[in-house]
């Protein structure tokens, strides 16, 4: 099982377009938002082409130093976007995501690519940069979704230590559900990209094992450490909000 992947030409892709045109003409009939859903395809498109000149450049390089850089601005962008839907200032609990999404994501991929995969050199970047977008972006939803739901409980008039397990369980639901689903309702992106470009699915599964323990821990690690570091300053927060 040694075939090469299928390039897709340019023409077959813009069909790709087609279903999505039909959801945009659904959310402007409903009278939603359909300016920001086009914006999102737009910024989507427009950061997917980049990215992939801008890869072509970093995996022809092998250098420690662009490699790292390339890791610090996924980091910073991540802890940026995961405040996105808090109504709490986003430079107020922006240090606190930095902080979660470095450790609680970064530790989990140096184990991952140090001790389980033994990348030589440890910064190879056709390996490191894919695992390290995974880990990253799982955290930022991590972070996400346990910021947002931790706000929502506290204006209910919970405790703080209430909201954070409710939080904290919310963070994990996502990548919970994946457990459940993978294999039997979904084959997830590195498994099938291997599959595709001819790689045993035996030798695949042991990869999609890898990356499913891997976004679990960096989910739990990277909330349980974002509630924990916001608890000082939301109490600092809500002490000010009740001030007559």
Excluded: H
Excluded at 53 to 67: G, M
Excluded at 104 to 120: D, E, V
Excluded at 163 to 178: E, G, M, Q, V
């Amino acid at each position: 099982m040694k075939e090469s992947i299928q390039i897709i030409p340019f023409s077959n892709l813009a069909l790709a377009f087609i279903p999505v045109a039909a959801v945009i003409i659904i959310i402007w009939k409903w009278q939603l938002n359909y300016k920001n859903t086009i914006y999102a395809i737009c910024r989507m498109l427009t950061q997917l082409l980049f990215i992939g000149y801008i890869l072509t450049y970093i995996f022809a390089s092998d250098s420690a130093l662009i490699v790292g850089l390339v890791l610090f601005v996924m980091i910073a962008a991540s802890s940026w976007i995961a405040l996105r839907t808090l109504s709490i200032p986003r430079q107020t609990l922006y240090l606190m995501s930095f902080i979660s999404i470095t450790l609680g994501g970064g530790i989990i991929l140096f184990f991952i690519t140090q001790f389980i995969l033994i990348l030589q050199p440890w910064y190879l970047p056709n390996y490191l940069i894919p695992l390290a977008g995974m880990v990253f972006a799982n955290a930022m939803n991590s972070v996400s979704l346990a910021g947002e739901r931790i706000e929502a409980e506290l204006n209910r008039g919970l405790s703080y230590e209430e909201a954070r397990i409710i939080a904290f369980k919310t963070s994990l639901i996502p990548i919970t559900n994946s457990l459940f689903a993978v294999g039997l309702v979904s084959l997830p992106g590195m498994m099938t990209g291997q599959i595709l470009s001819g790689v045993s699915p035996l030798i695949a599964v042991r990869y999609q094992i890898m990356v499913m323990c891997m976004l679990f821990g960096s989910s739990g690690f990277t909330s349980a450490l974002f509630l924990t570091l916001i608890k000082n300053k939301l109490a600092t927060i809500t002490d000010t909000d009740t001030k007559p």
